[in-house]
């Protein structure tokens, strides 16, 4: 509604801006069910090892060394 349409006086902008407003919050919103899965955060690291890089878990059926094939 306020894109397309050249308003000169500010005024009309608040108006057209407070229209556009109410109309989306008459909107209905989606009934969305929660997640299927719990939340999990990070576990804070210690400063002294801050910056070093993630690693990966390794999983028991990689092979150590991908080059071998």
Same mark, same amino acid.
């Given at each position: 509604?306020?894109?397309?349409?050249?308003? =000169?006086? &500010?005024?009309?902008?608040?108006? /057209?801006?407070?229209?556009?407003? +109410?109309?989306?919050?008459?909107? $209905?919103?989606?009934?969305?069910?929660?997640? =299927?899965? &719990?939340?999990?955060?990070?576990? /804070?690291?210690?400063?002294?090892? +801050?910056?070093?890089?993630?690693? $990966?878990?390794?999983?028991?059926?990689?092979?150590?060394? &991908?080059?071998?094939?």
């Amino acid at each position: 509604m306020l894109q397309g349409v050249e308003v =000169s006086d &500010p005024s009309r902008w608040i108006e /057209r801006l407070d229209r556009v407003l +109410h109309y989306a919050s008459q909107q $209905k919103l989606p009934n969305r069910p929660g997640r =299927s899965y &719990p939340r999990e955060a990070y576990v /804070r690291r210690p400063k002294t090892t +801050h910056f070093q890089k993630r690693k $990966k878990k390794s999983k028991p059926n990689d092979p150590e060394d &991908p080059t071998s094939k």
